[in-house]
């Protein structure tokens, strides 16, 4: 089994920053692109970043220069660095993850989320 774990959430002032940290667990034989998504009340799911297994970033605009992707695949961890939160980054932060098992079955998980609230 594999499983996602996020951490790294809390209620933080408009302005301040929060580390948030995904951790992949289980019969892993590789983890290919890592995804951080976001879900405000009342709104869709919004890919927020990605990164890929060679590292390579890219965001939605209305975090570039605020937010940042990084991975260590040593310890099967994605992260995702928030600077200058704004209120409207209030959201429920998932992670998203291609994992190939020790039988070499690749399949997409979920983690459980993990709350972001900022207070203006």
């Known amino acids: 089994q594999v499983q996602l774990a996020e951490s790294g959430g809390g209620l933080v002032q408009a302005g301040g920053s929060l580390r948030l940290s995904c951790v992949a667990s289980g019969s892993i034989f590789g983890i290919n692109i890592m995804h951080w998504y976001r879900q405000a009340p009342g709104k869709q799911r919004e890919l927020v970043a990605t990164i890929t297994s060679g590292g390579s970033t890219n965001y939605v605009d209305s975090v570039k220069g605020r937010f940042t992707i990084s991975r260590d695949n040593a310890k099967n961890t994605v992260y995702l660095q928030m600077n200058s939160l704004k209120p409207e980054d209030t959201a429920v932060y998932y992670c998203?993850?291609?994992?190939?098992?020790?039988?070499?079955?690749?399949?997409?998980?979920w983690g459980q989320g993990t709350q972001v609230t900022v207070s203006s």
């Open positions: 998203n993850a291609f994992i190939t098992n020790l039988a070499r079955a690749t399949a997409n998980y």
